[in-house]
């Protein structure tokens, strides 16, 4: 046979089996459409320049590695309906006279043709997207970028070997199922389904065990370091126990269904269910993709949505301060004012240089130590303890400490306190015992106040809570400091340095903001290098850590809406084939039915029976996933954004979930009108 022959018989194959190929090679298309444009992002120059464009790349260079990964594995998946539908069209051939390696042929063609139009197309959707994507992730980081088209030929060259080789892979799957079978078995692989399998209440109790430890991570965990530490952990755990309990409890309840007299012998119920059972367990991994693919979508987009929103507020709690410059003296004392007007003096030069003014100034001494709370009492040696393994990290909280007399200057009040009394006001947590103690250094009586003095950024980063107490006066701080550094030295630990805290705001937009932050970086740096025996310093600047915010937060926004569509897509891809697969399947038993008796009515409801008693499943469970998931995702939320709000979480979970069920009901719709009217379409000819 001549190579020609071959050809034609792929594009025909492919021609008559249009219903199962082109959403295949949709999918192809747009899996290289996604992946060139996230390659193409990653390596963008106009997104690079752009302040917390470099925060952006990066994730994105993550999100390469995802949307590469699940287009092996969905593309791997989605082919294996194409070659089931396809297998007693080669049979046929094969009785016939055609030989395996005939068939081979043609599938070698078939699959070359799919991914040379794939990859055309989805480069060259790539390349008209990637513009439109880019101006949009420019326009999130609220940069500029030009108009012009360009190619990124390595973004090309990287997608068309990543695509290559899935096809390769996809195609080598394919010649094996074809090797493996016999001609007999190929002629009546459609009418042969899975066999009903017996329930396995092993797998559903292994299932049941791993989805309630992953649930009761989610809720118990309270750190939210560990929750982050955790969360791939319960994530794995959920998806093997979604797998474990559509496959294995599936067939259970349609065990259950069919002792159900009342129930499954009716109409409507009876094909449904006994259809089900008879394919159960092919069915229930595909229904516990599409609830792990809805869990991905509603998750992803939800959470990035919410860290996008607090952007604003983020920043406004982590940078009290427009400017600001922490200074750093010996280990237990002190900054002298010798060591820190210099560096004041050089932000002034800077300031009057560009007309500019210091606003609501703050300068204070601030001390912090992190400590194991014991009720009223924080440990301060807790090395042993830590070296044997029996410290309880949950209760480990920071104390910032503040003299009396800066109190007094940034309030204005007038305030006195005893040797031994202190100011206690608890950040983002509780304090419910009116005694402080400081285990080897004394106690003291605790007055709670009701406003918080200062704002410390660092403080408002820590989601565990901390303690902002005011002192009488700076000798106990210093006397605190030497005890932690003392206790340091003996173990080998960590200890805190008191710092000189000055800050103030600046009546001007972030543009002009970072070139006077820059200029005031460089006079400190100046200004340190003439004398060396200044004070060690820090700065900041809210402007800056706007737009690193932004490409953070804006970044994982883009992604996750991207990740979200490739997720969307897979979820659709499944449902679609899903239904159509199972409608050709079902097309006989159908067929036989309504010979019998069964009116079209009756087969509808049959079918809508079918989808509400199971299809509708993933959507259910994955609303119970991101229900329990909520306090895991909250806590991480907690880390990630300063200011995180768990009503607003809940909002926007809340709305995600119900949005994607409106289209997944839409989706489900659509699908089952096809699979009647391919089971139908036999009876009407």
């Known amino acids: 046979m001549k190579g020609g022959f071959y050809i034609r018989l792929a594009k025909d194959g492919i021609v008559k089996n249009r219903k199962f190929y082109f959403p295949y090679i949709l999918t192809c298309i747009c899996m290289i459409m996604m992946f060139y444009i996230v390659t193409f992002l990653y390596k963008s120059e106009a997104l690079g320049s752009v302040r917390g464009g470099e925060m952006l790349r990066s994730l994105l260079g993550v999100g390469q590695f995802i949307v590469a990964l699940f287009a092996l594995i969905f593309l791997y998946y989605t082919n294996s309906f194409l070659i089931r539908r396809r297998q007693k069209e080669f049979g046929l051939y094969n009785i016939l006279g055609m030989g395996k390696r005939n068939l081979v042929k043609i599938l070698i063609w078939e699959n070359l043709i799919t991914a040379a139009v794939s990859l055309v197309l989805g ?112 994530v794995f755990m959920v998806i093997v126990a979604t797998y474990l309990l559509f496959i294995a409890g599936s067939v259970v309840m349609c065990r259950a269904l069919q002792k159900n007299k009342n129930y499954y012998y009716k109409t409507k119920h009876f094909v449904s269910v006994a259809s089900m059972a008879y394919r159960m367990k092919r069915n229930g991994a595909g229904l516990a993709s599409i609830c792990i693919l809805s869990t991905m979508v509603l998750v992803t987009v939800s959470s990035t949505v919410c860290m996008y929103a607090l952007t604003d507020d983020t920043v406004e709690q982590r940078y009290p301060r427009d400017i600001s410059i922490s200074m750093y003296d010996q280990m237990t004392k002190a900054v002298p ?122 403080a408002e980063a820590n989601m565990k809570g901390s303690l902002l107490l005011v002192v009488k006066d700076l000798s106990l701080i210093e006397q605190i400091a030497q005890y932690e550094y003392d206790l340091a030295m003996e173990y080998g630990g960590n200890f805190g340095r008191i710092s000189m805290e000055y800050g103030f705001n600046l009546d001007c937009g972030d543009e002009r903001q970072m070139e006077i932050y820059d200029d005031i970086f460089a006079a400190v740096a100046q200004a340190g290098t003439e004398q060396p025996d200044l004070a060690d310093y820090m700065t900041d600047c809210k402007a800056q850590g706007r737009a690193d915010n932004i490409g953070i937060y804006g970044g994982l926004l883009f992604l996750g809406i991207l990740l979200g569509g490739v997720f969307l897509f897979g979820t659709v891809l499944i449902m679609y084939y899903k239904q159509i697969s199972e409608g050709y399947e079902d097309q006989n038993r159908f067929d036989i039915l309504m010979k019998v008796g069964m009116t079209k009515k009756e087969v509808k409801k049959s079918i809508n029976s079918q989808v509400l008693t199971v299809f509708f499943l993933p959507l259910i469970m994955a609303g119970v996933h991101l229900g329990f998931a909520f306090p895991l995702i909250s806590k991480i939320m907690m880390l990630m954004t300063t200011s995180a709000s768990r009503e607003l979480l809940l909002f926007v979970t809340i709305c995600c979930y119900f949005v994607f069920a409106l289209f997944y009901v839409i989706v489900y719709g659509v699908t089952s009108k096809s699979y009647y009217t391919i089971i139908s379409a036999k009876r009407n000819n």
Request: aromatic share 12%; glycine share 6%.
């Open 123 to 234: 480069l060259l959707c790539g390349v008209l997207f990637s513009k439109l994507t880019e101006l949009a992730a420019v326009k999130m980081l609220s940069g500029t970028a030009g108009f012009g088209i360009r190619i990124e030929k390595m973004s090309v060259l990287l997608t068309v070997v990543l695509f290559l080789a899935i096809f390769t892979l996809v195609m080598i799957r394919m010649l094996v199922s074809i090797y493996r079978l016999r001609p007999v078995e190929l002629l009546r692989s459609e009418s042969v389904g899975e066999k009903p399998p017996k329930a396995n209440w092993v797998l559903a109790l292994i299932g049941l065990a791993l989805l309630g430890g992953a649930y009761y991570l989610a809720v118990a965990i309270l750190d939210p370091v560990a929750a982050l530490a955790w969360f791939f952990n319960a």
């Open 337 to 458: 004012e010798s060591k820190t007007a210099p560096y004041i003096e050089a932000i002034s030069q800077v300031l009057s240089e560009y007309g500019e003014t210091a606003q609501d100034v703050q300068e204070y001494s601030l001390y912090r130590c992190y400590l194991l709370q014991e009720e009223d009492c924080f440990v301060m040696n807790m090395y042993e303890a830590d070296a044997n393994g029996t410290v309880d990290y949950n209760k480990m909280r920071d104390l910032y400490f503040i003299t009396l007399d800066d109190y007094n200057r940034i309030t204005g009040e007038a305030r006195t306190l005893a040797d031994d009394e202190l100011l206690l006001y608890p950040q983002k947590g509780d304090y419910e015992y009116d005694t402080i103690t400081l285990e080897g250094l004394g106690t003291w009586k605790a007055e709670r106040i009701d406003a918080e003095p200062v704002k410390i950024g660092t």
